[in-house]
């Protein structure tokens, strides 16, 4: 079993700036794909990005360019550094980790006000 805690999250002006942490509870092992999902009011959970065990990295369209996905293995961590924030990018945002079993965090809320 895998706990991920995420923090980071909070209320920003429009283009600014957050780096989210998102911190596993043990060394996960093998392949894996870590990265964070968004759910805003009303919406579906969306990928925004991830990041495989071999550092491979993918991003939602809508993010590119303003959001990077890192790893830091030895802290069992990985960061998102939210940048160029707009108003739509308020949601809660979820750690993921699939390594065969889907683990969850229980999300930190990302506001941005306009």
């Known amino acids: 079993q895998v706990q991920l805690v995420e923090s980071g999250g909070g209320l920003v002006q429009a283009g600014g700036s957050l780096r989210l942490s998102c911190a596993a509870s043990r060394n996960v092992f093998g392949f894996f794909t870590m990265g964070w999902y968004r759910q805003a009011p009303g919406k579906q959970r969306e990928l925004v990005a991830d990041i495989t065990s071999g550092g491979r990295t993918n991003y939602a369209d809508s993010v590119k360019g303003r959001f990077t996905i890192s790893r830091d293995s030895a802290k069992n961590t990985v960061y998102l550094q939210v940048n160029s924030l707009k108003p739509e990018d308020t949601a809660v945002y979820y750690c993921?980790?699939?390594?065969?079993?889907?683990?969850w965090g229980k999300g930190t809320l990302v506001t941005v006000s306009s």
């Open positions: 993921h980790l699939y390594n065969g079993v889907d683990y």
